[in-house]
C-alpha cells in the first residue's frame, strides 16, 4: 500500500498569516495518463470531512482561492494563503493512484 | 441539493454482524462511484470498500476482506456495507462518500454523509 506522510503534525496559524501542509508519498503519485492522484480534504471540528483539492491542484467547489495545492512525483503541498479563523480542523492529504485509497495522518490546523 | 444519510450503526458484540446502509439523493446514484471510509475514534481516515458504477467492480482493504461486504441497489438509490465477524479494531464512525462518475478507480470523494457510529464490545 502507499504510506503518505505529513507534515507538521500541528500548525498554529494566525489569522491572515499564510500556512503550508506538506504530504510525502512512498510512491510516485503519476499515473500513465500524466495525471498525479494526490487529493485534500478538510475535517473541521465536529463534522465530515470535505474535499478541497484534487489531482493535486484543482479546486472543489465551493473552495476558496486561499486554498492552493501543488507538487509533482512523491512530494505535494497545500498552501493557504491567508488564513481565516473557518480554516481550523485536519486537514488530510489522500492518494487513489492505488486501491486501497490511503490517506496521510492529518494536519491539525489551531489558531494561535 | 446532494445528500448522503447513512444509517445501521451501533453497538454489536465480537463476533456480531451489522449492516450500514446510505440513503443518497440529489444526483444520478447509478452514475457514481461509492465508498465507505471509517474513522476510529479520535484517529485518521481509512478507506474500507468501494463500488463501481453497476456494482461490477468492487474493492476492499485488506483488513475486512472476506469479513464486509459492500453492495448497491440502484433502483433505491442505496448504499449497503454488510460486516460479519465484527472485532473490536472495527470500532469507528462510518461515511459513505460518492466518488467520480469516471475511471477506473474513485480518484476522490465528494461529498461525505454524516457517519454512523458503529461500536464492538462485549
Not at chain 1, 95 to 102: G, M, N
Not at chain 2, 58 to 83: C, E, G, H, P
Request: aromatic residues 10%; neutral net charge; charged residues 20%.
Amino acid at each position: 500500500d502507499i504510506v503518505l506522510t505529513q507534515s507538521p503534525l500541528s500548525l498554529p496559524v494566525t489569522p491572515g498569516e499564510p500556512a503550508s501542509i506538506s504530504c510525502r508519498s512512498s510512491q510516485s503519485l503519476l499515473d500513465t495518463n500524466g495525471y498525479h492522484y494526490l487529493d485534500w480534504y478538510l475535517q473541521k471540528p465536529g463534522q465530515s470531512p470535505q474535499l478541497l483539492i484534487y489531482l493535486v491542484s484543482k479546486r472543489a467547489s465551493g473552495v476558496p482561492d486561499r486554498f492552493s495545492g501543488s507538487g509533482s512525483g512523491t512530494d505535494f503541498t497545500l498552501k493557504i494563503s491567508r488564513v481565516e479563523a473557518e480554516d481550523v480542523g485536519i486537514y488530510y492529504c489522500m492518494q487513489s493512484r492505488q486501491i486501497p485509497l490511503t490517506f496521510g495522518g492529518g494536519t491539525k490546523v489551531e489558531m494561535k | 441539493e446532494v445528500q448522503l444519510v447513512e444509517s445501521g450503526g451501533g453497538l454489536v458484540q465480537p463476533g456480531g454482524s451489522l449492516r450500514l446502509s446510505c440513503a443518497a439523493s440529489g444526483f444520478t446514484f447509478t452514475n457514481y462511484w461509492m465508498n465507505w471510509v471509517r474513522q476510529a475514534p479520535g484517529k485518521g481516515l481509512e478507506s474500507v470498500a468501494h463500488i463501481k458504477q453497476g456494482g461490477s467492480e468492487k474493492y476492499y482493504v485488506d483488513s475486512v476482506k472476506d469479513r464486509f461486504s459492500i453492495s448497491r441497489d440502484d433502483a433505491t438509490n442505496s448504499l449497503y456495507l454488510q460486516m460479519n465477524s465484527l472485532r473490536a479494531e472495527d470500532t469507528a464512525i462510518y461515511y459513505c462518500a460518492r466518488g467520480p462518475s469516471y475511471g477506473i478507480r474513485p480518484d476522490y470523494l465528494d461529498p461525505w454523509g454524516q457517519g454512523t457510529l458503529v461500536t464492538v464490545s462485549s
